[in-house]
């Protein structure tokens, strides 16, 4: 039995179908990333999970069992399934002590622990209004997790953090399924957010998985441009401009490159001579955009701050080469 089961979820909003056809399945634990443009139906199939919109087709289990809509239920959602909506709402004028106490179902040594992972003991004693954007976020967080979830779905949990309260919001999500047994489904537009975090990432295009993998498959190897671009930097160079490689198959119009590929040779030995074009100040490193036969292509680089203008020898290694 899987933990989580998704059938071929189909669901139309107005004109537009909002979940085309979508299915795959989560083993307890496992931590899936969800990534899309907008509109690509990120929000929608993660509601359907929940029970909290009905599909006009298709099916979810939960543990075996079938997740049921609003429509077939008076209380709308599952019980075992916790959802922090990008839009959550905190009551205002609350004590957040109290408001975490409405919806607790655990002892009060299990409830501590929660409030210590998503690191909201030191608010319990302030008012629901008297929080920053952050701080309601963590709280509407342990408001769900003291409802005791088995599968907790994320949309968007970082939008409207700041670099502090961001990171705080990390160590609490990688927290959770080491120290509370939660399994989690994320939805971030960040790329590094669901790099660094998931098992399998799953990548939506109108309502469709264009492409699932482990993270370094689905970076490294996209299916297409669209793919490619959802998780970073990338350039393509025409292979019938530059040739790295004999005998290509006619599917191999492009090579796809992400900028940490290609190296600055300081031997004076390389395959490639470019133009440096542009220098990009990126804190621990540099973006240098550089331009070889009107082919363009990014190159991380730490060190000497090359010159615009300066040509350089550049290398990529035979076994990161990938083809569009
Ligand atoms: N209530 C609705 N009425 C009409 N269309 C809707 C409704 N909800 C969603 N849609 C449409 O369904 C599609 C998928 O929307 P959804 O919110 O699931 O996308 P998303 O990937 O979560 O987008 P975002 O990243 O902007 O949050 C979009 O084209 C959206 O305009």
């Not at 004109?15 to 929000?43: H, L, W, Y």
């Not at 709308?76 to 109290?98: A, C, M, T």
């Not at 005791?148 to 949990?157: G, N, T, V």
């Not at 993270?215 to 930097?233: H, K, R, S, T």
């Amino acid at each position: 039995m899987a933990f989580l089961e998704v059938n071929d979820l189909y669901k139309k909003e107005g004109d537009t179908v909002a979940v085309n056809g979508i299915s795959f399945t989560q083993t307890a634990f496992q931590k899936i990333g969800i990534a899309g443009e907008t509109g690509s139906g990120k929000t929608t199939l993660l509601k359907i999970i929940a029970g909290l919109a009905q599909p006009d087709a298709g099916e979810v289990f939960f543990l075996g069992e079938k997740v049921l809509g609003p429509w077939d239920q008076l209380i709308p959602g599952h019980k075992g399934i916790g959802y922090l909506s990008q839009h959550f709402e905190l009551r205002n004028n609350y004590w957040v002590g109290d408001f975490l106490e409405m919806a607790n179902k655990l002892t009060p040594e299990q409830a501590m622990q929660i409030y210590t992972v998503c690191q909201v003991e030191h608010l319990l004693r302030r008012r629901t209004h008297q929080l920053s954007g952050g701080e309601k976020q963590r709280i509407a967080l342990a408001r769900l997790l003291t409802g005791s979830p088995k599968l907790l779905i994320l949309d968007e949990p970082f939008s409207n953090l700041d670099f502090l309260h961001k990171q705080t919001m990390k160590q609490v999500i990688h927290d959770l399924g080491d120290q509370l047994g939660i399994t989690c489904i994320m939805v971030s537009h960040e790329p590094a957010d669901l790099l660094s975090w998931a098992d399998t990432l799953l990548l939506l295009k109108d309502g469709q998985i264009v492409q699932q993998g482990t993270a370094q498959q689905v970076y490294l190897q996209p299916v297409n441009e669209y793919a490619a671009g959802l998780l970073g930097d990338y350039s393509l160079i025409d292979t019938t401009v530059i040739h790295l490689e004999k005998n290509l198959s006619s599917g191999q119009q492009k090579l796809f490159l992400r900028p940490h590929q290609v190296q600055i040779s300081t031997n004076g030995i390389s395959s490639l001579k470019g133009i440096v074009e542009a220098v990009h100040y990126r804190g621990a490193y540099m973006l240098l955009e550089v331009v070889l036969k009107q082919q363009r292509f990014n190159v991380f680089h730490s060190g000497r701050t090359p010159q615009k203008g300066e040509v350089l020898g550049f290398n990529i290694s035979a076994g990161d080469r990938w083809y569009l």
